[in-house]
């Protein structure tokens, strides 16, 4: 059974010329687009718990945004009980807004399902989880792209638990159990709870500008006293600078302070600091005035520098003032006193990049890319190669808008640059020439303000690039040969315009923590020590070396738990932590950062290594951009950065990849896997995935699985990149149809979670049930996979149950691009790869089987079919069989498969046994 409440609005506002519909409960919103909208308030929410906000919205027929995916949106702003709003840096089912806090677009009418249709009316549903403490949402729909009216109306906002078999003393309905609790990660996992001992964090400083910090405190109630910030500064050698300071009071035994009174439930704030004079690092502590109510610290905190400092600002000042963007940066720095005469400016530039101070690069983001053991990016006798694609002959003079095989993925390739560090030349001085050249012609080609392609702007892709730079500099200054004044200060001023955009992509939080975010932030740091003169360096390792604390510590759990969807992404964030440890020069805040880092990252290390299958790969769950052996990446890295690792018995046991038949399924993972391996035998491999999905964040794969018998890959997942892909292609990869889900009465899942409920073994067979709540209110979801010792067989089984309406659902099987499948009857299909042959049989327990359906690279509407992601965003049509069932209120069937005889009687006896049916609930079912 369902916990379910439903919130009614507290108030209901509209603005923008939006006003009340014609029927009761109706609203209807103009077409001031991001301005028309209805604003409801629903108060008496449950922390923690999962809502939905449905809605029905219908547009005139002659509206020529009906088909936009971004029709309308959705924006919801989560407040305490008094009305003040919290600073989540994530909530799970929603990304970040551009105008409310989060959002969630809503398409068209004119839209099913991505595709096109002639309706005019359509229902919309949005999952999400309010994070504590949150208590009540703000939700807005607005106006977007419309180009007439449109009306909503039958709001509705509920909150919904899975059935709770335990214990639940106090009797609340929405009382979830512990591990539906814990299978939505905790939003303020990471908010320091502050107490009168302080918790400190540092910055560095640019001379002569100020640095703003802002954030937000949360009390447990409005009678706090309130926070304290301490204040340390440090000269450069790290000794602290005794106050007074200016503008600030100081207390003995305290020392300077700033003191930030909590009149709301949630305050923000805002720290502007103006440092003494020679003072390079400043020091804030956060802490409470005595032993008071709760106040909890909301990261990550916003960090930046002063308006004269702001990219945009400098640009402005380039374009109009003399001289180039290094001569506005100079001027900037220095203030209205500024020299920034040819003379001065060139004195300056060779003491900031003169051979003796260039540190040698890092290249951490090179050496992570070398790790994939990938074919590299070059030119070669005047054509550029990038694995995946055929060779194109580079323009002598690009446009750098060229797009010869109209793919992102050779986009983003193209415009990282990495490609010019491999210039292949008999001659390398003019090698280096030719790769400066190319350097220089993108930055005059690429403006910041006006971009022709957002792309190019990926904070990935700015984190590459300067990268590509730095070394540009580093080896121009190892050569006899010298660039001209003009060259050298326009490759330094792109290099610093690079570090200033991204200290201002992390250091605002533009971006949510990901990979993307730590590349950025490794990336700023790199250039920092490199750059180590420049005035702007000190901010930046402290800014980077901030958010990489931050970052990993959002992703990664301190006992090597992952918060991020992606197997290939999860090994990723462990390689560069483990680079950082051995290639960065050991300032005492980089050895600080990987005293933190090396505890998680060694478990994190241990589990991956478990994790991967018997042929070196991982699961290619969320964002797997290529197909790599995994396992060599794992052993190169180790050999390269982690010997010390190396020498834990921990993973020297995985390392040895112990045989025999493993089992990985606790109640706090977020995958279920087991794999066989023996020498001298096939050995087989099982992974599902339980990690929560959010339709425009990552792909809906929540409970799909990846299966091997016999040696070779029989189920696999259609994995992909959303980087690498664009329409149709990207909409499918993404979409549950692209993977190994059900879909109960043609309803999309939407934003959710899973968890495993229970574990047992009948006659050697595995048993696994799995709670998922991603199909909404009105629908109990479990899906039941049973494995044989040897893994020769597989069931797959899914129970939905409503008290609503009758239920039918479909579910898919994606085969590897190798196996054939047919068809042999309505209960059979057999697939083929080699030699060997996989029966696979459809099994009901209550309903009727609905047909099997095999699609292969289908592309016709209503939506793509039938094909997974390889290499460069390549599309490589694959078998996928749709089997379904059909009842009444309460479905339960799956399928069966089984690699011989042996294996399909042992899964096939133990589901259909009595103690299988009775401690599942299913008996009444049969």
Not at 587 to 600: F, K, Q, W, Y
């Amino acid at each position: 059974m369902l916990g379910v409440r439903q919130i009614l609005p507290a108030s209901v506002q509209h603005a923008g010329d939006s006003e009340a519909g014609s029927h009761e409960g109706t609203h209807l919103i103009a077409t001031k687009n991001r301005w028309s909208r209805v604003v409801l308030i629903f108060p008496n929410l449950t922390p923690d718990v999962w809502c939905q906000f449905s809605f029905e919205i219908a547009c005139e027929t002659d509206d020529a945004a009906r088909q936009e995916p971004d029709y309308a949106t959705v924006g919801i702003d989560f407040q305490a009980g008094d009305g003040s709003s919290i600073d989540f840096a994530s909530v799970p089912g929603l990304v970040r807004g551009q105008i409310d806090p989060f959002q969630f677009p809503v398409g068209g009418p004119g839209l099913c399902d991505g595709h096109s249709s002639q309706s005019h009316t359509r229902k919309v549903r949005i999952a999400f989880l309010v994070p504590a403490p949150a208590t009540q949402a703000q939700v807005t729909i607005r106006s977007w792209r419309n180009t007439k009216p449109f009306v909503v109306g039958n709001l509705s906002l509920v909150q919904f638990v899975q059935g709770n078999t335990e214990p639940n003393p106090a009797g609340d309905e929405l009382a979830a159990s512990v591990a539906e609790r814990n299978a939505s990660p905790d939003a303020r996992r990471n908010w320091p709870i502050l107490s009168t001992s302080p918790r400190w964090f540092q910055f560095g400083l640019v001379p002569r500008h100020n640095l703003f910090v802002r954030g937000q405190l949360v009390a447990e109630s409005t009678s706090s006293e309130g926070t304290l910030v301490r204040v340390v500064y440090r000269d450069e050698q790290g000794h602290e600078i005794p106050p007074p300071y200016a503008d600030l009071p100081s207390a003995p035994g305290i020392g300077a302070f700033i003191s930030i009174p909590t009149r709301s439930r949630a305050r923000r704030f805002t720290l502007e600091l103006t440092a003494p004079e020679n003072a390079g690092t400043v020091e804030l502590g956060f802490c409470t005035t005595g032993d008071t109510s709760r106040i909890e610290l909301v990261l990550p905190l916003e960090v930046s520098l002063g308006y004269d400092l702001l990219l945009e600002n400098i640009e402005e000042d380039a374009a109009k003032g003399p001289g180039d963007f290094l001569s506005a940066t100079i001027r900037r720095l220095a203030g209205a006193t500024a020299d920034t005469q040819a003379v001065h400016v060139s004195r300056l530039v060779n003491h900031w990049v003169a051979a003796s101070t260039l540190a040698s690069p890092s290249r951490i983001l090179g050496r992570l890319r070398s790790l994939h053991q990938r074919e590299q990016d070059r030119v070669s006798s005047g054509r550029l190669h990038i694995e995946g694609f055929p060779d194109w002959e580079l323009p002598l003079l690009p446009t750098w808008d060229e797009d010869p095989f109209h793919s992102p993925a050779w986009r983003m390739r193209y415009h990282s640059l990495i490609w010019l560090l491999d210039f292949e030349s008999s001659d390398r001085t003019e090698a280096l020439k030719r790769s400066i050249e190319l350097a220089l012609s993108w930055s005059r080609a690429n403006s910041w303000s006006e971009p022709s392609d957002e792309l190019r702007f990926h904070p990935s892709l700015v984190a590459q690039r300067l990268e590509v730079l730095i070394d540009l500099l580093s080896r121009q200054v190892e050569t006899d040969w010298k660039l001209s004044s003009e060259q050298l200060h326009g490759l330094l001023g792109e290099a610093i315009r690079h570090g200033i955009a991204l200290a201002e992509i992390i250091g605002q939080n533009a971006i949510p923590p990901s990979v993307s975010y730590l590349h950025a932030a490794v990336s700023l740091l790199a250039a920092a020590q490199a750059l180590s003169r420049i005035p702007l360096a000190t901010y930046w390792e402290g800014l980077a070396l901030h958010k990489l604390r931050e970052g990993f510590d959002e992703l990664m759990g301190p006992n090597g738990d992952f918060h991020i969807q992606s197997l290939h992404e999860r090994l990723e964030l462990v390689s560069l932590g483990t680079i950082l440890r051995t290639t960065l020069n050991a300032s005492p805040g980089v050895t600080s950062l990987n005293e933190h880092l090396a505890p998680r990252l060694k478990e994190a290390m241990r589990r991956l290594i478990a994790l991967t299958d018997p042929g070196g790969v991982l699961p290619p769950f969320g964002e797997t951009p290529f197909t790599l052996r995994h396992a060599s990446w794992i052993r190169k890295l180790l050999s390269s950065y982690g010997r010390d690792l190396m020498r834990d018995k921990d993973i020297r046991a995985e390392l040895s990849y112990p045989q025999g038949t493993r089992i990985f399924a606790a109640p706090d993972s977020d995958l279920i896997a087991a794999r066989f391996y023996e020498q001298g035998r096939t050995w087989g491999y099982f992974c599902a995935t339980l990690s929560k999905q959010c339709p425009f964040a990552g792909h809906s794969d929540t409970t799909s699985f990846v299966f091997a018998s016999g040696s070779r890959r029989w189920i696999v997942d259609s994995s992909g990149s959303t980087l690498g892909h664009v329409g149709d292609a990207r909409r499918y990869l993404t979409s549950p149809r692209a993977h190994n889900v059900a879909i109960p009465n043609g309803r999309i899942p939407s934003a959710g979670t899973a968890w495993l409920k229970s574990h047992f073994s009948i006659a050697g067979v595995h048993i696994y049930e799995v709670c998922s709540n991603v199909h909404g209110p009105s629908l109990v979801h479990r899906r039941i996979f049973a494995l044989s010792e040897t893994l020769g067989s597989l069931a797959v089984i899914d129970h939905f149950s409503s008290e609503e309406e009758p239920v039918s659902f479909e579910a898919f099987l994606h085969f590897d691009p190798e196996t054939v499948v047919s068809i042999a009857s309505e209960q059979l299909a057999v697939g083929f790869q080699s030699k060997q042959k996989l029966r696979i049989q459809p099994l009901a327990i209550s309903g009727q089987p609905d047909g099997l359906e095999v699609v292969r690279g289908r592309r016709s509407p209503p939506s793509l079919q039938g094909f997974i992601s390889r290499n460069s965003g390549q599309l490589l049509a694959a078998s996928v069989l749709r089997y379904g069932f059909f009842g009444q209120r309460n479905v339960c069937g799956g399928v069966l498969m089984a690699l011989d005889e042996v294996s399909y009687r042992s899964i096939l006896e133990a589901v259909r046994s009595p103690d299988f049916l009775d401690r599942l609930h299913l008996s009444s079912l049969t």
